[in-house]
């Protein structure tokens, strides 16, 4: 039997939201004001079907320890903490004041924000100041697409055998299949090296702009 890839459309993803659990009250909040305060920017958010995925995944792993890269105005991060297990820890990492300031007043209004520290500075300084051993269960890599590779080296040895590393983007809007600029040939590049790693299993899932979901070996 062939197989034909199912198209989503506009109209089948409206049926996917509708037939999903909906987002709760603090998480739609979260989703309104970044459209409506940071519309230039607001693509940078995860679309509501990931963050409700990236909750999931985190509650059925039982995640107690967790990495993010790049957080914007904290929507993977919420979920990702919501997930978790009591005791649970995710350390962030961003550049921005402005934007994560929204994510701590979420954080604060969901009750996790115990759970979270923010590190505000280059994530390529700051990985490398994380203990060196196999200990996280979860990580999430959502920043400047040239930097993956980095974060992506800096974070395989720390993840524990069977901990999860998620990665955002890695279909850019289907451009990766045949690249033709330096961001295309940049998201390219790292399906390549991430295809290659043998310290992992890797599927990307075609959730919202492509989501590499890879298992540490």
């Not at 979920?79 to 005791?87: F, L, Y």
């Not at 790693?197 to 298992?215: C, F, H, K, Q, Y």
Request: charged share 25%.
């Amino acid at each position: 039997m062939s197989y034909e890839p199912l198209a989503l459309t506009p109209e089948l993803h409206s049926y996917l939201l509708a037939h999903s659990t909906p987002p709760d009250e603090i998480t739609a909040e979260l989703i309104a004001e970044t459209r409506a305060t940071l519309p230039d920017n607001a693509t940078m958010q995860i679309g509501p079907e990931q963050a409700a995925f990236m909750r999931m995944l985190s509650s059925v792993m039982g995640v107690r320890n967790a990495v993010e890269v790049g957080t914007f105005t904290g929507l993977s991060s919420l979920s990702i903490a919501r997930g978790m297990a009591a005791g649970g820890r995710l350390i962030c990492f961003d550049i921005s004041e402005k934007y994560t300031e929204v994510a701590r007043r979420y954080w604060e209004r969901a009750g996790v924000a115990d759970r979270i520290e923010l590190r505000i500075g280059p994530a390529a300084e700051g990985l490398p100041e994380l203990p060196g051993d196999s200990y996280l269960d979860l990580v999430f890599i959502d920043a400047d697409k040239p930097g993956y590779p980095t974060y992506w080296n800096a974070l395989v040895p720390r993840v524990r055998v069977g901990g999860v590393l998620l990665v955002d983007n890695t279909l850019w809007s289907g451009r990766v299949a045949n690249p033709a600029s330096d961001s295309d040939r940049a998201i390219a590049d790292f399906n390549d090296m991430v295809l290659a790693d043998d310290r992992v299993e890797v599927v990307i899932l075609p959730i919202s702009d492509g989501l590499t979901m890879a298992r540490k070996l």
